[in-house]
Structure formats: structure tokens, C-alpha cells
């Protein structure tokens, strides 16, 4: 089993940063992919970005060179530096991460809600 604690949403005007920060615990070490999803009401939920145990990363065309992903394996945590919001960025975001062990499980945080006012 694995706990997500995410931490770093809120209200922003359009142009403006955030940062999202995700910490994991419980069976890190069986930890491959982490990431960021999002979901609006009405809508499913959809991915922003990811980050492999390597390092490699895989961006939402629709974030691709406004938001960065980071993550630091020995603190088990994942990070998302996002710049330039805009409104249709307004969404409940979620983290993610992917574990391999015997089997292979997806686990989520509650999520943390981004709002960018125009």
C-alpha cells in the first residue's frame, strides 16, 4: 500500500505559478512511475504529466512548456512548477503513482484544487 499527500493548490490569476508537491509513503520501494492527472466536473480525468523511476517524462500537449515535472527518489515525493495558468486550467488535481511488485497497482491522492481566475 502506498499514501499520496498533495499539498500546494489554490487560487491564482491567469499568468501566475503554482506548485504542486505530492509525498509518498508505505511501500515506496515498489514505486515505478509517478505523475499528475486532472478532472473537472462533468469531465474524466485526464493527464498533465508523468515522470518515470528514470527520469523521463511524458507532458499533456495542452501543459507541454508551461508546467514541469520533478520528483526525488530518495524523498519519495513528486513535484508539478506550473507557469503561465490559464483558466481552462482550473481543475481538481490529482497524484498519482504506479507501483510494481508482485502485482502492479495505481494509486491516487484526494486531490487539491487549482482555480485560475481571468
Known amino acids: 500500500q502506498v499514501q499520496l499527500v498533495e499539498s500546494g493548490g489554490g487560487l491564482v490569476q491567469a499568468g501566475g505559478s503554482l506548485t504542486l508537491s505530492c509525498a509518498a509513503s508505505?511501500?515506496?520501494?515498489?514505486?515505478?512511475?509517478m505523475g499528475w492527472y486532472r478532472q473537472v466536473p462533468g469531465k474524466q480525468r485526464e493527464l498533465v504529466a508523468t515522470?518515470?523511476?528514470?527520469?523521463?517524462?511524458n507532458y499533456a500537449s495542452a501543459v507541454r512548456g508551461r508546467f514541469t515535472i520533478s520528483r526525488d527518489n530518495a524523498k519519495s515525493t513528486v513535484n508539478l512548477q506550473m507557469n503561465s495558468l490559464k483558466p481552462e486550467d482550473t481543475a481538481v488535481y490529482y497524484c498519482?503513482?504506479?507501483?510494481?511488485?508482485?502485482?502492479?497497482?495505481?494509486?491516487w491522492g484526494q486531490g487539491t484544487q487549482v482555480s485560475v481566475s481571468s
Open positions: 498519482w503513482v504506479h507501483t510494481i511488485d508482485m502485482n502492479e497497482y495505481d494509486y
Open positions: 508505505g511501500s515506496i520501494h515498489s514505486i515505478s512511475a
Open positions: 515522470i518515470t523511476s528514470g527520469g523521463f517524462t
